[in-house]
Nanobody, 124 residues
Framework: QVQLAESGGGLVQAGGSLRLSCAGSGSSFSTYTIGWFRQAPGEERQFVAAIWFSGGSTYYLDSVKGRFTISKDDSKKMAYLQMDNLTPEDTAVYYC?????????????????WGQGTQVTVSA
């Protein structure tokens, strides 16, 4: 099992940047595919980015490609989501999640472990 805790959210103006962190605890963090999802009020949880357990492959929602970067540091049991050039449409609660396989990394149901979420608000 793995426990996850996000941090780094906040209020930022459009065009600004935030770096979200996801701290993992428990064993075998390096064996999990890590995903970031977001959920805005009244909307379904949406895939944002994922990084394969080996760190060799990354995947992004089309609308964040070129603006967001996902990474992980297995030695620290940490994952990150660097978000640049933020827009008001990026406003949501952001969650990190861990999947034992990750074959369907874009599906929330693929992930067995979730953090509590961190709020990101982008003002116009």
């Amino acid at each position: 099992q793995v426990q996850l805790a996000e941090s780094g959210g906040g209020l930022v103006q459009a065009g600004g940047s935030l770096r979200l962190s996801c701290a993992g605890s428990g064993s075998s963090f390096s064996t999990y595919t890590i995903g970031w999802f977001r959920q805005a009020p009244g909307e379904e949880r949406q895939f944002v980015a994922a990084i394969w357990f080996s760190g060799g492959s990354t995947y992004y929602l089309d609308s964040v490609k070129g603006r967001f970067t996902i990474s992980k540091d297995d030695s620290k049991k940490m994952a990150y989501l660097q978000m640049d050039n933020l827009t008001p449409e990026d406003t949501a609660v952001y969650y990190c999640a861990a999947a034992e396989t990750g074959a369907y990394y874009y599906l929330a149901r693929e992930y067995a472990y979730w953090g509590q979420g961190t709020q990101v608000t982008v003002s116009a």
